[in-house]
């Protein structure tokens, strides 16, 4: 599979505070793309670099197989659709007007607006003024902005910021189908792994200018597995069990936490404790926050 | 590449209130160098001239520059707001392309601005100051060469108003440009300084031609001026970071 985006040692330094530090990126080809980390973690930094918006320190771009360079910046940019820090557009346009305004800078004719306008369900409201928008549909108009011309890669910063939940899921099943409707390969940014976990595949994890993890989302759901909270109606009986599979339970009256353990496992203990006569009535699996994978994902860097 | 900009920034303009400051501004002026003309007759012999004079004095030392800052901050106001920056950035354009466009489209709405502003003399002229012949074909010739004064003052506010976002601050800086133009060129450095260029293209408050076989070097500074402006804008659209 083709490499459709990746950095090398890529840097950004504003004086004394490095906001990019060494950043490898590897986004694969036909893949929705998750690229999480907190605000001022670096995201849209080097989003912006990505499209040369931003000139890095040091480091390299390549896009869709080629070198970012001044020389092949716009040949570049033609193939790439994207949404940089919140929607962008003229208020006092209506959604027509402003998506010609762009179709004009990009070259693409106007005929391919209102497939855009289609796809972001603004149809019916093609002809009102920007202004006058909700913050959702602003966003809406800005993914259309960027499908404009059907570009092979989509470069998306937070675009579910300040929607409702309603809208939330709507712009994730626009984009989950992106690569299979459009063969486009997208780029999303978001600072709530919840919100990506049901639309990407590929996650990188970026914390304070660092690439954290990058891989497979399963792979980091392994990591994000929490710890288990057992409620027994006779914790005692249930020491000798927990000691016996190797397991230091941390016991608060009838309620035992136990660290994250193979599914296999714990049906195994529940079992067990079962048939002891523990008395299991509840057992709560957490998932770490966004946070709490951070520290496990330092942690074992430091490792 | 240039005209796909054009045509894009000229967009823009639908629905702008800029066209407000475009019709009312000159009006005001054309309203006080006539009441100006009228009021002092008994000095101002030279008809069209003299009426040419009233008109030029307030018109190219504040209302002129206000009106270019005012399109030029306009278009730049547009992309300063709302991360629109990111925008026409991330666009497949190259950015001296985008400073070109918007000049051009300044440079459009100037030339409007300097025909309304003929039509506005003429018309107060013949309805106001009771002359029934035709202004002197050198009044024409003295509202192009504006023109070519003018195109220097575009861009440098242009270049002001892509990096100082505040709308109204470049405003003032060519209002204070139009002013210190006055003093520079009465002092015979005219030719230093853009806005100065204007005033001496339009032949502004002087019945004679003040650039009388001095063509050649006001057309040159014309050209240095917009040639440095240019460049600079090109070097900083390119090797800067875009703040959106």
């Given at each position: 599979?083709?490499?459709?985006?990746?950095?090398?040692?890529?840097?950004?330094?504003?004086?004394?505070?490095?906001?990019?530090?060494?950043?490898?990126?590897?986004?694969?080809?036909?893949?929705?793309?998750g690229f999480i980390g907190p605000n001022g973690a670096g995201k849209s930094t080097t989003m912006k670099m990505l499209l040369g918006l931003i000139h890095p320190t040091a480091g390299r771009v390549r896009l869709l197989g080629q070198e970012l360079t001044e020389k092949s910046r716009l040949p570049l940019l033609r193939q790439t659709g994207s949404l940089i820090e919140s929607p962008a557009g003229y208020l006092h346009l209506t959604a027509q007007e402003n998506l010609e305004i762009v179709a004009d800078?990009?070259?693409?004719?106007?005929?391919?607006?209102?497939?855009?306008?289609?796809?972001?369900?603004?149809?019916?409201?093609?002809?009102?003024?920007?202004?006058?928008?909700?913050?959702?549909?602003?966003?809406r108009l800005g993914i259309a902005m960027a499908l404009l011309g059907s570009p092979k890669l989509?470069?998306?910063?937070?675009?579910?910021?300040?929607?409702?939940?309603?809208?939330?899921?709507?712009m994730r099943a626009l984009i989950r189908n992106m690569p299979a409707a459009t063969g486009a390969t997208v780029l999303i940014s978001s600072h709530l792994l919840g919100e990506m976990e049901q639309m990407v595949e590929q996650v990188g994890i970026?914390?304070?200018?660092?690439?954290?993890?990058?891989?497979?989302?399963?792979?980091?759901?392994?990591?994000?597995?929490?710890?288990?909270?057992?409620?027994?109606?006779?914790?005692?009986?249930?020491?000798?069990?927990?000691?016996?599979?190797?397991?230091?339970?941390?016991?608060?009256?009838?309620?035992v936490t136990l660290p994250p353990l193979q599914d296999a496992l714990l049906a195994d203990l529940v079992q067990k404790l079962a048939a002891c006569g523990a008395g299991v009535v509840e057992l709560t699996p957490h998932t770490k926050t966004l946070e709490e994978i951070f520290l496990s994902l330092t942690s074992e860097e430091a490792d | 590449?240039?005209?796909?900009?054009?045509?894009?920034?000229?967009?823009?303009?639908?629905?702008?209130?800029?066209?407000?400051?475009?019709?009312?501004?000159?009006?005001?002026?054309?309203?006080?160098?006539?009441?100006?003309?009228?009021?002092?007759?008994?000095?101002?012999?030279?008809?069209?001239?003299?009426?040419?004079?009233?008109?030029?004095?307030?018109?190219?030392?504040?209302?002129?520059?206000?009106?270019?800052?005012?399109?030029?901050?306009y278009l730049w106001r547009l992309e300063h707001l709302g991360h629109n920056w990111n925008l026409i950035m991330a666009a497949p354009v190259r950015p001296f392309a985008l400073f070109a466009a918007k000049l051009l489209v300044v440079v459009k709405l100037m030339c409007f601005t300097q025909c309304f502003v003929f039509v506005l003399y003429v018309?107060?002229?013949?309805?106001?100051?009771?002359?029934?012949?035709w202004p002197p074909m050198s009044i024409v010739f003295?509202?192009?060469?504006?023109?070519?004064?003018?195109?220097?003052?575009?861009?440098?506010?242009?270049?002001?108003?892509?990096?100082?976002?505040?709308?109204?601050?470049?405003?003032?800086?060519?209002?204070?440009g139009g002013i210190a133009g006055m003093l520079i060129g009465s002092k015979g450095y005219a030719l230093l300084w853009p806005y100065c260029l204007m005033?001496?293209?339009?032949?502004?408050?002087?019945?004679?031609?003040?650039?009388?076989?001095?063509?050649?070097?006001?057309?040159?500074?014309?050209?240095?001026?917009?040639?440095?402006?240019?460049?600079?804008?090109?070097v900083l659209l390119e090797k800067t970071d875009v703040k959106a």
């Open positions: 599979m083709q490499t459709v985006i990746e950095t090398k040692a890529l840097c950004k330094q504003y004086g004394p505070h490095t906001a990019v530090d060494h950043v490898e990126l590897h986004v694969p080809q036909g893949c929705v793309y800078l990009k070259g693409v004719p106007h005929k391919d607006i209102g497939r855009v306008l289609d796809i972001v369900h603004l149809t019916q409201d093609r002809n009102r003024r920007v202004g006058q928008y909700s913050l959702g549909m602003k966003q989509l470069i998306l910063d937070e675009p579910t910021n300040g929607l409702d939940p309603a809208g939330i899921q709507e970026i914390d304070h200018g660092h690439i954290l993890f990058e891989g497979p989302l399963t792979e980091l759901q392994r990591h994000s597995r929490g710890n288990v909270t057992l409620r027994l109606l006779d914790p005692a009986k249930a020491a000798p069990i927990l000691r016996a599979n190797g397991l230091t339970a941390h016991s608060d009256s009838c309620v | 590449m240039l005209k796909r900009c054009i045509i894009a920034e000229n967009r823009k303009l639908h629905a702008s209130p800029i066209w407000v400051i475009f019709f009312v501004l000159p009006l005001i002026s054309a309203g006080y160098g006539t009441f100006n003309y009228l009021q002092n007759l008994e000095i101002l012999t030279e008809r069209w001239y003299s009426l040419w004079t009233q008109h030029t004095l307030f018109y190219s030392m504040l209302f002129f520059p206000a009106m270019v800052s005012a399109y030029a901050a018309a107060c002229g013949r309805l106001f100051a009771g002359f029934s012949d003295y509202l192009v060469r504006g023109i070519f004064g003018g195109l220097a003052v575009a861009a440098v506010q242009l270049l002001l108003a892509m990096l100082i976002r505040s709308f109204a601050v470049p405003i003032f800086l060519g209002l204070v005033q001496q293209g339009m032949n502004a408050n002087h019945s004679t031609d003040v650039l009388a076989g001095n063509v050649l070097p006001f057309l040159l500074a014309c050209a240095g001026w917009l040639a440095v402006v240019l460049l600079t804008a090109k």
